[in-house]
């Protein structure tokens, strides 16, 4: 498959960018420490900005009040890092994906697979079923019962609908994660745990987007939800009857506790924790390692935890930390015995 190129000058007529210095073609994108001559870099953090003098790139993405420290052709873009985004897709190869069912599949004569679907080697479609216009099944991925998969979406390998999971359009799930799977649901009765049956299910709006290995729980009686465009990393648990609102990302290996919201366009760092029946509002950053352990009402950055420091100094906060407590009440008593 041939290259595709572009003219820095149509790369800016599509994306809305200016054009600084002369129309050179692009052929590929790269950092701006590897970039040759006919790629693309693109420089968002102000850490790197050292290396625009030196980078071999034919054309940088920039903001352009960094337009003066490039010597060079440069698109000039509000957000450099977006707009990269959308050029290094140009440049994506993607395998192709024939219509049609491969001869390992095992499909239940009442589930549905529209005839513009492609479904690949050694998948299981369940009972009731429905696989809709253009989605990709891929390689030994397995879909439950009553589950739905809307326009466009791609199950890339190996991911598992297990019940009542219905993903809108252009969803894309990627190899090894669960969504349907049991809520962590138990009663202790008489010294031993009984099961609470999950009897609802999981639903998944249009453009989300499901990480490697990542596991969304269903609901016990309604269902966990995702709203439109939201994001998940690789390895994130998401419990169940959790509610997460349109445009929030989360990075890996956070974890949210049955029935807590989190509202739209948040963020969450990796490691972070949040604890079950918690509301979160909008436009909320909780920054990596943090633990959200009371509900969030006003906007804005939260953290907990320690920062990194070396080991002598941290056991001797450490030991601190247990006097807090006793500081306190005596600070408390000296006020009262100065007044």
Not at 83 to 100: D, S, V
Not at 102 to 131: E, F, K
Not at 291 to 306: A, Q, W
Request: charge should be neutral; proline fraction near 4%; aromatic fraction near 4%.
């Amino acid at each position: 498959m041939t290259a595709p190129v572009f003219a820095a000058s149509e790369l800016a007529q599509r994306f809305g960018l200016e054009l600084q210095g002369d129309d050179r073609p692009v052929r590929g994108v790269g950092t701006l420490s590897g970039a040759t001559a006919e790629q693309l870099g693109f420089l968002a953090n102000p850490r790197y900005r050292g290396q625009l003098a030196a980078t071999a790139a034919g054309v940088v993405v920039l903001r352009p009040d960094d337009a003066d420290a490039r010597d060079g052709t440069a698109l000039l873009a509000r957000d450099p890092y977006a707009a990269f985004a959308k050029i290094a897709a140009l440049f994506e190869r993607k395998p192709a994906r024939m219509a049609g069912i491969h001869p390992t599949v095992v499909v239940d004569p009442s589930a549905y697979v529209d005839l513009s679907a492609h479904v690949g080697p050694h998948v299981a479609i369940g009972a009731r079923s429905r696989i809709a216009t253009g989605a990709i099944i891929g390689p030994g991925c397995i879909i439950g019962e009553d589950c739905e998969v809307g326009d466009g979406c791609e199950l890339v390998a190996r991911a598992t609908l297990v019940t009542r999971v219905r993903l809108g359009k252009r969803v894309l799930v990627h190899p090894g994660a669960v969504l349907g799977a049991d809520g962590f649901g138990i009663a202790m009765d008489h010294g031993h745990w009984t099961k609470v049956p999950q009897l609802g299910g999981v639903v998944v709006g249009d453009d989300c987007e499901i990480g490697a290995n990542t596991t969304i729980d269903r609901g016990a009686l309604g269902d966990t939800v995702l709203e439109q465009d939201v994001r998940l990393d690789n390895q994130i648990q998401v419990g169940h009857n959790v509610r997460i609102g349109a445009h929030t990302a989360m990075a890996g290996c956070s974890a949210v506790a049955g029935s807590a919201t989190i509202g739209r366009h948040c963020l969450v760092g990796g490691g972070a924790g949040i604890l079950g029946h918690l509301e979160i509002c909008d436009r909320v950053v909780i920054t990596a390692m943090s633990l959200v352990t009371h509900s969030i009402r006003e906007p804005g950055e939260y953290s907990s935890g320690t920062p990194l420091m070396d080991n002598r100094s941290w056991r001797k906060s450490a030991a601190r930390y247990k006097q807090l407590d006793d500081i306190a009440r005596r600070t408390r008593t000296g006020d009262k015995d100065q007044e």
